[in-house]
């Protein structure tokens, strides 16, 4: 799974495809890069400098002729949106905001995510009211590309159904940018609630959190799953004589406290090394 956009495939297919080239310029120019970060680098040009023959060189070695002037100018507006798509990434690391923003996923990202999912989890319904709503996906994708764990509340686990049958609004804010001093507007969406009112509202919201955690690349479906059973059971499982069944005030608290005790264990990140992602092996000691 890509750890940005920078680095999705399926994004890279797609911006070359609405390039211009040619079907068959296309075609060799992804058997030899497979992302925008690869092509941002693809040779030592640099957008500004004044000779451009190292890009033109590259491009050269991967369609094997001279290319013609009209490639030219759409492989060079391709390499430019590369370019400034990895410098605004690496812009948004070194200046990160204390509460970051989420990026919107392209559909070609979607689209992957929820096709390699629906692959893998088979037998495991992924529509209707069991499907994680964009807004959720894309916080449990920022999570992952900040590399480190957020809280994901019941209220925002919203389902795609809900969100698709929505009136979605925009919410315009001025805010003061704390490194230049200069007014920017941001536009945010107004914030949708999933219903949580009875046991099995709840349950489909910490199912579509487990889908939209898995999407993430975060923790195993299955392994969030067990959690979040572990306290359903808890909710409608009849109590023993002199006990009474938690709250869910208290559930919440023992779901608040799980991420926490997460957080604490992923101060190094929560991003996978060697195939291993630290929250599986974790949320099965604690839970």
């Known amino acids: 799974m890509a750890a940005s956009y920078s680095d999705s495939q399926s994004v890279f297919n797609a911006r070359v495809d609405a390039s211009g080239l040619t079907k068959e310029d296309a075609t060799k120019i992804k058997a030899a890069v497979s992302s925008l ?8 040009f640099t957008p500004g400098q004044a000779d451009e023959s190292p890009l033109m060189a590259a491009l050269k070695l991967m369609l094997g002729r001279d290319a013609e ?3 030219q ?4 507006a391709l390499y430019h949106e590369s370019y400034a798509v990895v410098t605004s990434e690496l812009r948004q690391k070194i200046e990160k905001s204390e509460e970051p923003a989420s990026r919107r996923l392209t559909q070609p ?8 999912q629906k692959k893998k989890l088979v037998g495991v319904s992924i529509k209707g009211l069991s499907e994680p709503s964009e807004a959720l996906v894309d916080r449990a994708v920022a999570c992952y590309e900040n590399n480190e764990l957020r809280y994901l509340s019941w209220e925002i686990c919203t389902s795609r159904e809900q969100e698709v049958g ?25 914030e949708q609630k999933a219903v949580t009112s009875s046991e099995v509202h709840v349950m489909q919201a910490l199912q579509r959190r487990s889908l939209a ?11 969030m799953q067990q959690w979040s059973d572990r306290l359903m059971r808890a909710r409608m499982q009849e109590a023993p004589a002199g006990y009474v069944r938690p709250t869910w005030a208290q559930l919440v608290a023992a779901d608040k406290k799980l991420f926490s005790e997460l957080r604490d264990l992923t101060r190094d990140g929560v991003q996978s090394s060697g ?13």
């Open 275 to 287: 195939g291993a992602r630290p929250l599986d092996t974790h949320i099965f000691r604690l839970s």
């Open 213 to 223: 955690m898995d999407q993430a690349n975060l923790v195993e479906y299955a392994t």
């Open 69 to 71: 002037l009209g490639v």
């Open 73 to 76: 100018a759409s492989f060079r």
């Open 109 to 116: 990202e979607r689209a992957e995510r929820f096709e390699k």
């Open 166 to 190: 929505s009136d979605r609004r925009r919410d315009t804010r001025f805010t003061v940018d704390e490194h230049t001093g200069r007014l920017k507007v941001e536009n945010k969406d107004a």
């Open 37 to 44: 970060r690869q092509l941002a680098f693809i040779s030592s």
